[in-house]
């Protein structure tokens, strides 16, 4: 009686530790695979304009006075 006890508690702790290593490989490759589909998208909102850097005519006229 005591094996048979013994034998379903390590089959028992083998499942819970098989499921959990599937759910944790789970919430992490979902995880990545939305990061990766969020990157390859251009932007997640359209009303949002990209930043264009415009060049400062002040400066030059600041270095030509010094």
């Given at each position: 009686?005591?094996?048979?006890?013994?034998e379903a508690?390590?089959?028992?702790?083998?499942?819970?530790?098989?499921?959990?290593?599937?759910?944790?490989?789970?919430?992490?490759?979902?995880?990545?695979?939305?990061?990766?589909?969020?990157?390859?998208?251009?932007?997640?909102?359209?009303?949002?304009?990209?930043?264009?850097?415009?060049?400062?005519?002040?400066?030059?006229s600041r270095?030509?006075?010094?």
């Open positions: 009686m005591q094996t048979f006890l013994s508690i390590v089959l028992d702790a083998a499942l819970i530790s098989v499921l959990l290593a599937g759910w944790i490989t789970w919430f992490g490759l979902r995880g990545l695979f939305w990061l990766l589909s969020a990157a390859s998208r251009p932007t997640l909102n359209p009303s949002v304009q990209p930043i264009r850097v415009v060049a400062s005519r002040g400066q030059e270095r030509r006075a010094a």
